[in-house]
């Protein structure tokens, strides 16, 4: 079970600051920047690369979620959302997650 299934299931503590039937948003525990969250869908699928056609509806709604997400969070004048998908890139819990970041002038790659 990934840590953050635990965090759904309330068996790890975090600072959530969104939820509904599909997914949870809460605050990442080594901020990158002055917002810095990520957005989870409840049910398990490890990266983006596992998604599939059945997911596609989750998909929108996370999408959708993190851009009202940021706004809620003040992030009006924009806001990064990123997924890494894979070891290779970066990823280190394996359950499908969006960084939302915003709050100071942020770099692309
Ligand atoms: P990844 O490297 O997989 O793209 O991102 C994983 C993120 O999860 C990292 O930014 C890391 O700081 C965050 N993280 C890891 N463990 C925890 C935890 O127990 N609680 C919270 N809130 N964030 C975590």
Request: charged share 25%.
């Amino acid at each position: 079970m990934s840590i953050f299934k635990k965090i759904i299931d309330r068996e790890l503590p975090a600072e959530i600051v969104y939820e509904d039937e599909f997914c949870l948003a809460f605050k990442d525990i080594q901020p990158k920047a002055p917002v810095h969250l990520l957005l989870i869908p409840k049910i398990e699928i490890r990266s983006l690369a596992e998604a599939n056609e059945n997911h596609k509806e989750l998909l929108g709604h996370l999408l959708l979620k993190a851009s009202e997400i940021a706004h809620q969070q003040g992030l009006d004048s924009g806001f990064q959302v990123i997924t890494n998908s894979g070891e290779s890139v970066g990823q280190t819990v394996f359950h499908l997650h969006f960084h939302i970041l915003g709050g100071k002038k942020l770099s692309w790659p």
